[in-house]
Every structure is written in structure tokens, then in C-alpha cells.
């Protein structure tokens, strides 16, 4: 963890030196297939732009970001909706996946690139966490990217890693990298507020606002997935409980919030979320 010190002097006799201390942090920022599809799949653009504008700000006030972005399959099957004939399933990811993931990752370089961020794509499989060869790889890509203020823009390499050789989704991609990185905070985000204590469009349900380390959530899961994504919150609270218990702390909030990730960073008590506390 490191810390941004800013010196003012005032132009009288008197000088002040005026110290504003602020934390700055590695942050990895999962953001969910529903959070960047509209309604009819295809890429939000608008809502991709306002994330960006987040990142963006986070940056300029010295937290260093690493971005788990889902989304290439939506993208890519909106994208190729004249296809008729019917695809298994293997050929559709692969076929979407790669047409998509050009989509997306050129949408984010022009947006960035409006703020001078330089980004780079990093396309990987589960063997690049385990494998010791490969991790070492991974790790050093992270690290020479990191060190160049080059923001990471990571996501699954769908067009070749099927089957076992799956992550479960990207919540687990996010986690795992959020751990490599050696990030202080994973935000992941998705298209509902956090954990509710029950389903949540029934009123009854209370949104949990503060999860305890060893705190049982298994009651309070729906198993009910996303239409967009692979994950839901089954695979969230798994990938958050253990990511906290590796030192990092964990919050599940939704993206579709405007100005969401300023809000969790600047005023989190007032901001809809669930928080693994670490
Ligand atoms: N890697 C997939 C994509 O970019 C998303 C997987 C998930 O939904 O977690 O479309």
C-alpha cells in the first residue's frame, strides 16, 4: 500500500506546509458481461464509457488499477447475428469469443486512449495460475505492465481454453489475478446490488452489507444465474470468501450504478454493496 503526499505553501510571510495524506491502492476491477451488454446483448457504450471515466479518475489520484473485463462473447454474438445455422456450443464461445473480444478491447483502447492511458490486452488460461512455468509468465507480464503504468485489460482466452481447461467464469479469473497481482482490493462488479439475505426482488430481502471473515453465506445464496454471463452469485461469494481470506478485501457491488466505483471508494457507507472484510 502506498501513500500520495501533496505539499502546499501559502505566498505570505508565513509558510504553512499543509500535508493531505490519501491511500493509494492496487485495485482489480471485475466488471460482468450484464453490466456492458443492453437488453437486447448488444455492448453499452455508454455505460463501458462512464466505467472508463471511473478508472480513469482512480488512476489520476494515484490507485493503480488491473481490469478483469467479461463481455467478448455478448459482444461477439451481437455482433454476428446474421449466423443461422445452428453452432455447438464449444464452436459458438470460440466464434464469438474472438470476434467479440476485438470489439471490446478496441472499444476500451479509444476510450482510454482519451486520457492518455496507455492499456493492453492480456488474454489467459487457468494453466497460466498453476502450471509453474506458466505462472512465472504470467507474473512477469503483470509486473512489466504494471511497472509502465501500462493498465491491464484481462479477460479469459475463450477461443482456446474449453472444458476442464475453463476457469469456472471470470469471478474466479478476477480472484485468482487479484491475488497474483498482490492487489489490497477486488471490486466486482455485476448487475445487482451484492448479497441479499434472500431472493432480491422479494421485499422482504436485506441486502449484507458487511461479510465477517468464516461468515456462512450458503443460506442467503440465490443459484439463479445471469443471462449474459457465466457466473452468479454462487461463484461471487466463493471467489470473494476466498480471496479475503488471502488478505484481500472483497466487494460485490452493481455496475450499473452511476459513478459506482467513485462512490465506493469516496463514501462507502452510503453506497449499495457487500464487503469481504479480510
Ligand atoms: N470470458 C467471457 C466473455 O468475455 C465471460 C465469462 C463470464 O461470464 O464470467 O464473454
Same mark, same amino acid.
Given at each position: 500500500? #502506498?501513500?500520495? =503526499?501533496?505539499?502546499?505553501?501559502?505566498?505570505?510571510?508565513?509558510?504553512? /506546509?499543509?500535508?493531505?495524506?490519501?491511500?493509494?491502492?492496487?485495485?482489480?476491477?471485475?466488471? *460482468? #458481461?450484464?453490466?456492458?451488454? $443492453?437488453?437486447? !446483448?448488444?455492448?453499452?457504450?455508454? $455505460?463501458m464509457?462512464?466505467?472508463?471515466?471511473?478508472?480513469?479518475? /482512480?488512476?489520476?489520484? *494515484?490507485? +493503480?488499477?488491473?481490469?478483469?473485463?467479461?463481455?467478448?462473447?455478448?459482444?461477439?454474438?451481437? +455482433?454476428?447475428?446474421? =449466423?443461422?445455422?445452428?453452432?455447438?456450443?464449444?464452436?459458438? $464461445?470460440?466464434?464469438?469469443?474472438?470476434?467479440?473480444?476485438?470489439?471490446?478491447?478496441? $472499444?476500451?483502447?479509444? /476510450?482510454?486512449?482519451?486520457?492518455? =492511458?496507455?492499456? !493492453? @490486452? %492480456?488474454?489467459?488460461?487457468k494453466?497460466?495460475?498453476?502450471?509453474?512455468?506458466?505462472?512465472?509468465?504470467?507474473e512477469?507480464c503483470?509486473r512489466?505492465?504494471? +511497472?509502465?503504468?501500462?493498465?491491464?485489460?484481462? &479477460? +479469459?482466452?475463450?477461443?482456446?481454453? %474449453?472444458?476442464?481447461?475453463?476457469?469456472?467464469?471470470?469471478?474466479?479469473?478476477?480472484?485468482?489475478?487479484?491475488?497474483?497481482? @498482490?492487489?489490497?482490493?477486488l471490486?466486482?462488479?455485476?448487475?445487482?446490488?451484492?448479497?441479499?439475505? !434472500?431472493?432480491?426482488?422479494?421485499?422482504?430481502?436485506?441486502?449484507?452489507?458487511? %461479510?465477517?471473515?468464516?461468515?456462512?453465506?450458503?443460506?442467503?445464496?440465490q443459484?439463479?444465474?445471469?443471462?449474459?454471463?457465466?457466473? !452468479?452469485?454462487?461463484?461471487?461469494?466463493?471467489?470473494?470468501?476466498?480471496?479475503?481470506?488471502?488478505?484481500?478485501s %472483497?466487494?460485490?457491488?452493481?455496475?450499473?450504478?452511476?459513478?459506482?466505483?467513485?462512490? /465506493?471508494?469516496?463514501?462507502?457507507? &452510503?453506497?449499495?454493496?457487500?464487503?469481504?472484510?479480510?
Amino acid at each position: 500500500m #502506498s501513500f500520495l =503526499i501533496f505539499f502546499c505553501f501559502s505566498k505570505g510571510a508565513k509558510r504553512y /506546509l499543509i500535508f493531505i495524506i490519501r491511500q493509494t491502492m492496487r485495485i482489480t476491477i471485475k466488471i *460482468g #458481461s450484464n453490466v456492458l451488454t $443492453r437488453q437486447d !446483448g448488444s455492448l453499452d457504450v455508454t $455505460r463501458m464509457s462512464a466505467l472508463v471515466d471511473q478508472i480513469a479518475e /482512480l488512476r489520476s489520484q *494515484g490507485h +493503480e488499477i488491473i481490469l478483469v473485463s467479461s463481455g467478448a462473447v455478448a459482444s461477439g454474438r451481437s +455482433e454476428l447475428k446474421h =449466423i443461422q445455422h445452428d453452432l455447438d456450443s464449444v464452436d459458438q $464461445r470460440q466464434l464469438f469469443s474472438a470476434v467479440g473480444q476485438a470489439k471490446l478491447i478496441n $472499444r476500451y483502447f479509444e /476510450l482510454f486512449r482519451e486520457y492518455g =492511458i496507455p492499456v !493492453g @490486452q %492480456v488474454l489467459t488460461t487457468k494453466e497460466n495460475f498453476s502450471d509453474s512455468e506458466h505462472r512465472k509468465n504470467q507474473e512477469n507480464c503483470m509486473r512489466v505492465m504494471l +511497472e509502465n503504468s501500462v493498465l491491464p485489460i484481462v &479477460n +479469459e482466452n475463450d477461443t482456446v481454453s %474449453v472444458t476442464e481447461l475453463m476457469f469456472t467464469d471470470n469471478d474466479e479469473l478476477s480472484g485468482l489475478m487479484a491475488q497474483m497481482t @498482490q492487489s489490497q482490493m477486488l471490486i466486482i462488479l455485476s448487475n445487482i446490488d451484492g448479497i441479499y439475505t !434472500g431472493d432480491p426482488s422479494d421485499p422482504e430481502s436485506r441486502l449484507v452489507s458487511i %461479510v465477517k471473515p468464516g461468515k456462512d453465506l450458503s443460506d442467503y445464496i440465490q443459484t439463479k444465474k445471469s443471462s449474459a454471463g457465466r457466473g !452468479g452469485m454462487q461463484s461471487k461469494s466463493t471467489v470473494a470468501t476466498s480471496t479475503a481470506a488471502a488478505g484481500i478485501s %472483497v466487494i460485490i457491488a452493481n455496475g450499473k450504478r452511476d459513478d459506482i466505483l467513485l462512490k /465506493l471508494m469516496n463514501d462507502r457507507d &452510503n453506497t449499495p454493496c457487500t464487503e469481504f472484510l479480510c
